[in-house]
């Protein structure tokens, strides 16, 4: 069976960047499962995938714009201390959810603190990095109605709910 649009499929992946440093990986765990053309996995990985079968390997690398985007200069911000009352100590490298500009929630880091200032960060980890995909497809079957539904794979390597 092909990977097609609502096919439930299983890979086994590692994910490196330029430097060839392991940034993720399903070694040691389940197959991650998806459901293609739902936009689970990033749309660089999702369009090498379309036609492939199970026991194919590949490696694919994805540019940021088909993976977390370019690192964007306007989503770094400064911000006043006070603004994070209820937090009893600021770190470099926290994380706080924020609403983005078009309502969305958004991941902001914190980069530097100095002072009373604080320079957050809304752009993803991975923004503006070139990712590289070593992947083998693991197992292909059609998609329940129900996942279709859901958007997603129920069961392992997918949602429990
Ligand atoms: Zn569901």
């Known amino acids: 069976m092909l990977i097609a649009a609502n096919k439930a499929v299983s890979i086994d992946y590692t994910l490196t960047n330029d430097a060839g440093e392991v940034i993720d990986s ?10 293609h053309g739902a936009g689970n996995i990033i749309g660089g990985l999702e369009k090498a995938l379309l036609g492939k ?3 194919d390997e590949l490696d694919v690398a994805v540019e940021p714009e088909d993976a977390y985007g370019e690192y964007s200069a306007e989503l770094v911000a400064t911000l006043n201390r006070s603004m994070f009352e ?24 914190i980069r530097e603190l100095e002072g009373d200032d604080v ?7 991975l923004a503006g990095q070139r ?22 794979i129920h069961g392992e390597g997918g949602h429990h709910h």
């Open 53 to 55: 079968q199970a026991g």
């Open 86 to 109: 209820g937090v009893d100590e600021l770190e470099v490298g926290m994380q706080f959810h924020a609403s983005g500009p078009d309502g969305g929630m958004q991941i902001v880091t």
């Open 26 to 35: 399903s070694a040691g765990g389940a197959p991650l499962a998806y459901l």
């Open 119 to 125: 320079i957050v960060d809304g752009n993803h980890p």
């Open 131 to 152: 990712l590289h995909f070593k992947v083998k497809v693991v197992s292909v079957r059609d998609a329940s109605e129900e996942e279709v539904a859901h958007g997603h």
